[in-house]
């Protein structure tokens, strides 16, 4: 799939104190002559900060770490974990429509997107709020189909549980990710086969991480609401 950067940029990108800090913090993790190795961080940060990568931002990346703006690009046009276009400011959906997603019904998650978001992908819809886009395989295959929001998973979907998801994303509501089907993690739906030690937690550590910070996020003034741990799909 091409990628490429949106036409519309801004004028000049720059990190906020504390992401500068950071930031330099970060190359001082790797040896010297090495600092190239921390343009995914950076990348990372910078989108975090304004919500995509512009091109600006790949050039003061590539300034700070002494690299062609080119090579900058070409990291951020590879990982589709890098937006390269304004998304939604609450959720960016990206749907899996690789083969084993795509033979368990990412057709299906693709259509929810299309009714209930917008027809096209990239097409920011509900005030600001939410965008979509088909990605490649998101490496999670055993519980396709899935979709990525952000750093979580929603694994394990159908048109129905995925539809809800879309409507409380649209409501300021913010799902609980993981398995929609309750599994823990990747095991068998039936039941363990070969490790047959029962797994003793609520969750697995991805959701709990998801939960533990949306509660703290919550008590600090976010308008979002988080659905109670007790509704948790592997609760
Ligand atoms: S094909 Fe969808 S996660 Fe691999």
């Given at each position: 799939m091409l990628r490429r950067l949106d036409k519309k940029q801004p004028l000049n990108?720059?990190?906020?104190?504390?992401?500068?800090?950071?930031?330099?913090?970060?190359?001082?993790?790797?040896?010297?002559?090495?600092?190239?190795?921390?343009?995914i961080p950076l990348l990372f940060r910078a989108q975090e900060q304004e919500g995509w990568v512009s091109k600006p931002a790949?050039?003061?990346v590539a300034k700070m770490l002494d690299m062609a703006p080119v090579r900058v690009f070409e990291v951020a046009s590879f990982y589709f974990m890098f937006h390269l276009s304004p998304v939604g400011s609450a959720a960016h959906i990206q749907v899996c429509g690789t083969t084993p997603c795509m033979l368990r019904g990412s057709d299906g998650l693709i259509r929810q997107c299309k009714d209930k978001?917008?027809?096209?992908?990239?097409?920011?819809?509900?005030?600001?709020?939410?965008?979509?886009?088909?990605?490649?395989?998101l490496g999670a295959c055993s519980n396709a189909p899935l979709v990525q929001i952000?750093?979580?998973?929603?694994?394990?979907?159908?048109?129905?549980?995925f539809a809800k998801i879309v409507t409380d994303l649209i409501s300021g509501r913010k799902p609980v990710p993981g398995s929609q089907t309750k599994r823990f993690s990747s095991e068998p739906i039936e039941n363990l086969t070969t490790l047959g030690t029962k797994v003793e937690e609520a969750q697995n550590a991805s959701v709990e991480l998801f939960i533990d910070s949306s509660i703290k996020e919550k008590g600090s003034n976010t308008?979002?609401?988080?659905?109670?741990?007790k509704d948790a799909p592997n609760a």
């Open positions: 990108f720059k990190f906020s104190a504390k992401n500068l800090a950071w930031a330099k913090k970060q190359i001082l993790n790797y040896p010297k002559g090495r600092k190239q190795s921390a343009v790949i050039e003061v978001i917008s027809k096209r992908a990239m097409e920011i819809a509900h005030d600001g709020k939410i965008s979509w886009e088909e990605v490649e395989c952000g750093s979580d998973y929603y694994e394990d979907l159908d048109e129905e549980s308008k979002r609401s988080l659905v109670s741990k």
